[in-house]
Nanobody, 128 residues
Framework: QVRLVESGGGSVQAGGSLRLSCTASGGTFSRTLMAWFRQALGKEREFVAGSKWIGSNVYTNTYADSVKGRFTTSRDNAKSTLYLETTNLKPEDTAVYYC??????????????????WGQGTQVTVSS
């Protein structure tokens, strides 16, 4: 059983930045496929960024086109924490951001159904 707790959301103006954190308990964090999704009001949950272990201490990150160049995901394995650095935020980034984990490897990093464990979400609101 893996428990995920997000933090770091808030309200910012367009162009601002936030750092979201997701702390995991249970499981082997360093080898766990992790991702960020978001869900805006009235819309479906969508993939934002993923971090996949590919061996040794090497990870490959994947990003949605809408956030490439603005968002960066990273890990601190010693703290079992996944981060999402968000910069140059836009009003369309407003959503509840969720952390997700898959205990088994998968090539489907961007697919919602890949992930078994989910956090409770943290709200990000960007005003124009």
């Amino acid at each position: 059983q893996v428990r995920l707790v997000e933090s770091g959301g808030g309200s910012v103006q367009a162009g601002g930045s936030l750092r979201l954190s997701c702390t995991a308990s249970g499981g082997t964090f360093s080898r766990t496929l992790m991702a960020w999704f978001r869900q805006a009001l009235g819309k479906e949950r969508e993939f934002v960024a993923g971090s996949k272990w590919i061996g040794s201490n090497v990870y490959t990150n994947t990003y949605a086109d809408s956030v490439k160049g603005r968002f960066t995901t990273s890990r601190d394995n010693a703290k079992s924490t996944l981060y999402l650095e968000t910069t140059n935020l836009k009003p369309e980034d407003t959503a509840v951001y969720y952390c997700a984990a898959s205990p088994t490897p998968s090539e489907s990093v961007t697919t919602h159904s890949t992930y078994v464990y989910w956090g409770q979400g943290t709200q990000v609101t960007v005003s124009s």
